[in-house]
């Protein structure tokens, strides 16, 4: 039977018939009517998160941890442009994030009204799909809409722009109305990529490739975590013997311990790593879309290899390298077909050669706090049962590089678009996405300081994030870039930290700084098993780089492995 409704009321209810049960935002006028509705709906969970941004992020780690859609939720004007940064992350990232956001009544658009913004304009660019909902009788379908395409074939975030009077207008509401059709979505062409010849003849091609080659690599990225595709990839490698590369957000797509798995390509990854891709005659790319800090200069990138790339996003295929086989396809199934159409086969000589090019650890660094120990003692604190949501930075390439993930989906990163300032509120909402297990949120002493202000979120909703800070007293990536190739000159670089463990007295949280090697078991130990939020300011060495490193636009071939003279490593 038909309910009279308000529009507020309407985008609850559809909220809750789509199994959400979380949502992070932030009130204000051109929303009101939105937050008046949502105490009626006590299914429904309000993070009230310090700043917009961090309810985009929050919302974007827990779709990352739970593959299902998360919620963020803003007002008209600043709301809405506060949203803009965790948009684009959660975009560059195929993260499925609904956006809410109220706008201005319909007959003030237009008229630059109070804290009115073209959100469809400053969005779409940044999401699947935005749409302005004018017509209420169109309001229900349109979160049903939003949320199918956040969440199918290749998830990102959408957004729902609703007038305040749209939201306050009434309907007779007709629950589990069909869900809507669909409008046809063009897809942006297939970049030239022989994508024409069917899944099955594809998949025999591939698996002919496959079984020819004599350095073959398995390169697999995030589209094997989004698609569930661990057990296939595996068996596939397994079946073949063909060692397996992780980029940055295909880590935890493969355990690190497992024989077959060489580590991390691109700019940051080890020598043995790139090494292995610049000798590979076959390169068989699974869910990752070979960008650029992954290649270096392109020109120059696995010059012997021929690629299979298998994507879901057929825009992907043949968009940065040249293809010889490209499959559109769910991660999972086309391994799935692969693992089966192969034929086993051994790669030990060609295992043998790459461990041949297994360098001795570059790094060295001064004080006895390495970011390595730091990371293995996070480790055995958790028994590796933890989830790990890292910033921007040095520290976040050290945990690239040293944690040792063995659990599928544990390592949550803003990959894409790079944004400082993610780790704390993702985590809080990979904290409520994983209630049950540890989570650690790892910045910068700069990336901690942009959202430092979710402490207050922490406290006020009662979230229990364990927090990392690797204080190097530096912007440490931007000096390292400036200590390279900008004669060391630390322009604006150095950057000043409150007393964190003040500030965490402040905000009535769990505190501690650790200088040395004989503090940290035990204070990583009992911030872990403490009740509540706790922060741990690490104390690292100030000049302490990543190596190796590929210059920007340099080729895979020609890492930097040691400071250049003249500027000290540490
Ligand atoms: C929002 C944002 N602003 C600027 C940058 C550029 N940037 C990349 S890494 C970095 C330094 C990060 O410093 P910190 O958080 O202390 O981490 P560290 O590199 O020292 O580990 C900066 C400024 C960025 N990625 N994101
Ligand atoms: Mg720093």
Known sequence: MAEILTGAQILCRELVAAGINTIFGYPGGAIMPFYHALPEFSGLRHILVRHEQAAAHAADGYARATGRVGVCVATSGPGATNLVTGLATAHMDSSPVLAITGQVSRPMIGRDAFQETDVIGLTLPITKYSRLVQDITQLAASVREAIAIATEGRPGPVVLDVPKDVQNQKLAYEPG???????????????GAPTSASLEESVREAARLIGEASRPLFMIGHGVILSNAYDEVRALAEKTGIPVITTLLGISAFPESHPLHLGMPGMHGEVHVNRAIQ???????????FDDRVTGNTAAFAPRAKIIHVELDRAEIGKNVKTAVGIVGDARTVAGLLADEVAA??????????RGFVRPRAEAFSGDL????????????????CTIVT???????WVAKYYPYQRANTHITSGGLGTMGFAVPAAMGVHLARPGEPVWAI?????????????ATMVQEGLSVK????????????????????EKRYSCTPIWSPDYVKLADAYGIAGWRVERRTELDDVVRAATAHQGPALVEFVIAEEANVFPMIPPGGSLSEPIEAAPAGARAV
């Open 177 to 191: 109305g069909d869900a809507p059709r669909l409008a046809a979505r063009g897809q942006s062409g297939n970049g």
């Open 279 to 289: 000798h590979a005659d076959l390169i068989v790319g699974i869910g990752l879309r």
């Open 345 to 354: 086969r051994r790669c030990d000589d060609w295992l043998a050669e790459i």
């Open 370 to 385: 390495s970011p390595e120990a730091i990371l293995a003692s996070i480790y055995e604190a958790t028994r590796g049962g």
């Open 391 to 397: 910033d921007v930075g040095q520290h976040q390439m």
């Open 443 to 455: 910045s910068g002493d700069g990336g901690f300081q942009m959202n430092m202000a979710e402490l």
């Open 467 to 486: 927090m990392a800070i690797f204080n190097n007293g530096y912007l440490g990536m931007v000096r390292q870039w400036q200590q390279f190739f900008h």
